[in-house]
């Protein structure tokens, strides 16, 4: 086994552990630590797979922001982190079987799968990846479209979210 | 190298960790966080196939940058929601939200 193997099996099973936690933690506060541990991790994979700037992205939006903000829901939700009632909703073993099931269908249908021994091709070095994506992202052949509904769609989400959180007592 | 596998194994599971954590847990934020888990292992799926089959295309990179976007924007609308109930009904308990129940 090579390094990078090594360093992957470790990674996803901090991360798949983390996730784990986040699901079955009984304090609301400690599932969204965990959380960030999980988001982390899979920050790590985007390195792993020299997606670098998709790595900072994961970490400033989704543990700087999202986890963050998640946090403040719970602080501004006062007796919610610490509630003594069950955590689970009575129909949890019906998740838990839906859940397995998915997983194991999943890995039947990947296993059988002919492309899944596929070998990276090498990423020459004068081929910028986060040039060609920002290229990509702004370019009228590329996907400045979905960029564009992607920034309306945020600031949809901005004035939405202004909207419904207002207290109009 | 990494086995495409593992990696495709990886995001199934993480994915089925978030799916029974949407579909068990009682807290409408810890139902949050699930759906956050399972983005988050689809980001990894789009990642990993850009990486091992078309890396001089950058679509499954921006296709990621996209789902980022939609997750913002959810997790921001969905606070504000869980906020506002909140504040009418001092629970966020997902099966005591039936206001929209007739």
Redo the contacts between chains.
Sequence with gaps: M?P??II??LV?AM??GA??M??TARN?VH??LW?IL??FG?AI??V????G??AV??VV??IG??AI??I???M??RN?AT?S?????E??S???V???V??GT??WM??GWE???????A?SPR?D?VR??G???VSPD??VL??EV??V??L???I???V??W?RR | ??????????A??????????V?????A??I???I??ML?AV??NL??F????T??I??G??F???V??????????G??????V??RRK?????EIDMMKW
């Design positions: 090579t990078l193997q992957f099996i996803a991360t798949l996730g784990l986040v699901v609301l599932s969204a959380l999980a988001l899979v994979v985007y792993l797979l020299q997606a700037f998709l992205v994961q939006i989704y922001a999202i903000l998640m403040f829901a719970i501004l939700t919610i509630e009632g069950p955590r689970f909703s129909n949890w019906w998740a838990l839906i859940a397995l998915l997983f999943l890995a990947l296993s492309g899944i021994a596929a070998q990276a091709p990423i081929f990846t060609e994506l290229l990509a992202l590329g996907f979905a960029f992607a920034s769609l945020l949809a989400a901005l939405g979210a202004l419904i959180a207290d | 190298m990494i086995p495409l596998s593992w990696l495709l194994f990886f199934a599971a993480l994915f089925c960790i978030g799916l029974y954590g579909l068990a847990r009682k807290n934020i810890a949050l966080m699930g956050e888990l988050n980001n990894v990642v990993a850009w990486r091992y089959r890396p001089e950058m679509a990179q921006v990621a940058v996209i980022f976007a939609v997750a913002a924007a959810e997790v921001a609308v606070l504000a929601l869980f906020i506002s909140y504040r629970t966020i308990a997902a099966d």
